[in-house]
C-alpha cells in the first residue's frame, strides 16, 4: 500500500519543480530521441570550492503520459551507463510510456579513467598475511601507491565513493527539475542507491534492485559462494563433459587446497600460488557460464599445471591492486584496517564457506593501507522512510539484493531460478522486465516467494540489443 501511494502521489503532482536558475541545454546524443547535457559536481561535496567534475548526463524520454524521471546506475563500478542506456533502449520501451529514463557519467568512471601512470600502478602478488608485521608490509606498499595516485591525480581517488556518487546523482535530479525520483540501480549501482536511499529518502519514489550488494552491514561473501560450490558440484556429477565427473568434487578441491599451502605452485614473477591464491581465483571460475573451465583448470592443476590459477589470480590481484580500480571498494569500506580485522573476517569467512573462505579476505586485503578514511562505510538505511522496493536476482546475487530489499517493509525479491547477473537492463530476463514495468508504472510488487523461469538462448537478449557481460563488482 505505500508503494501504491507513493506513485499515485508521484502520479498526481506536478513532474517538475520549478525551474532552475540555469536551465539545463539539452541536445540530441543518440538514437531513439536521446539527449544529453552535463552536470557540474565537487570533487568533494564537503569542500565544494576545491575543484569540480564536470558529468554527461543522458535522457531518454517518456513515450506516453510522462509521469515523471526514473534514474539509471549502472554498476561496475565504472561501467559506462550512457552506452548501456543507448544499448538497452528495447527493453526500456515498456518504462518509457511513463518514464523518462536517466542516467549519468559517474565519478567511479572519471576516476577509473585517470590517466596518470601511477594510479595504474600495480602490487605485487596479493599474500595471505601470516603475521601481524606480514600485514604491515603489504598495506604499507599498498598505501604506498595510492599516496602516489592521489598525488598525481588531483586527488579524486579519495573522493570516489558511493555516498558522494549518491550526491551526484541527486545533483543530475535537481538539473531535472524533479522533487522525486525513481531508481534502477544494478549491481555496484546498488550501492550507490543504498546511499542515496539513506541520504534522500523523501526523495525516491521507488526503488528497483538488480542484482546488488548489502551495504548496510559488512559484507560476506562467503555462504553465496559455497551455494554456487554446490552447484557446480552437482552439475559435475551430472554432466559426463565435466572433466572431474565420476569424482568427489569437494574431496578433490580440498586436496589440492592442502597440496597448495604445503608445496605452493610456482606464479607470476616468482611468487608462489599457495591455497589462498586457488581459493581468490577460484571466486571468478566457479560461476556457472565457466563450469566447464573451472573443472579443467583443478583438473591440470591436480596434474602439476595451475597455470590457470596463476594467470587468474595475477589478474585480479593486478587489476584490483591499481588504485584507480580499488578507490570505490575502498571508499566505501571495504578494506581491513589492521591484523585483527583480517584475522576475524578469514574466521567469519571460513565458517560461511569452508571451500573459499580464505578468498572472501582478498578485497579487503587489498584496501589495507587506504589512506583515508572510508567516507561510505557500511549503514543502515531508514527503511520506514522509503517506498516498498523491489528486488531481483538469480542465483548468483539473491541473498544479498533479498537482504538489502528486506531492510525496507513490504519490500519484494523475485527470484530467477537459475544463473545469471543484472536481468532487467542486460535485456536477460522478460519476467524480470514484465514485474519492473508493472511496479513503476502501476505501484505492483508481485507476490513474496514469486520466482522467473531460468533464462534459455532463445530468451536471451529478447528486448536488449546487448547483453550485459559480468561485470566487476563484489558479489553478495
Known sequence: MRLVAALTALTLTPATAPAQADAPRWQPCGPDGQVCTTVRVPVDWARPGQ????????????????????????????????????????VLAGLRRG????????????????????????????????DRADFARQAA?????????????????????????????DAVRRLLGERRVGITAESYGGITATAYARLFPGRVSALHLDS???????????????????????????????????????AVWRELITRADADPFPGPGGARLTGFHLQMAATGFVVPGNWPAFAEAVAKARDGDASDFAMQSAGLSGMASQPKNRAAWCGDGFGLRTYRDYLRTREESLADSPSFGRAGTWLGLICSGWPYRPPNPPRPIPGDRLPAALGTASWTDYQATSSLAGRIPGSVTVRQDGPGHVLYVSGASPCVARHVENYFLRGELPAAGTLCPAVTAGDRGRGAATPQPRDGSPRG
Open 51 to 90: 575543484g569540480a567534475l564536470t558529468l554527461r548526463v543522458a535522457r531518454l524520454p517518456a513515450t506516453g503520459e510522462r509521469r515523471g524521471s526514473v534514474l539509471y546506475l549502472p554498476g561496475g563500478p565504472g561501467k559506462d551507463g550512457i552506452q548501456q542506456l543507448e544499448e538497452a533502449r528495447a
Open 99 to 130: 518514464f523518462d529514463v536517466v542516467t549519468f557519467e559517474t565519478r567511479y568512471q572519471k576516476t577509473m579513467a585517470l590517466p596518470q601512470p601511477s594510479c595504474a600502478a600495480s602490487a605485487p602478488l596479493l599474500t595471505e598475511p601470516r
Open 141 to 169: 606498499a599498498l598505501k604506498q601507491l595510492a599516496v602516489k595516485c592521489a598525488a598525481d591525480g588531483g586527488g579524486l581517488i579519495a573522493h570516489a565513493d558511493s555516498a558522494s556518487a549518491a550526491r551526484d546523482a
Open 212 to 250: 546488488t550488494v548489502d551495504l548496510t552491514r559488512p559484507v560476506r561473501f562467503g555462504t553465496a559462494a559455497e551455494e554456487m560450490f554446490d552447484r557446480f558440484a552437482a552439475w559435475c556429477a551430472a554432466n559426463p563433459s565435466c572433466r572431474l565427473h565420476g569424482q568427489d568434487v569437494r
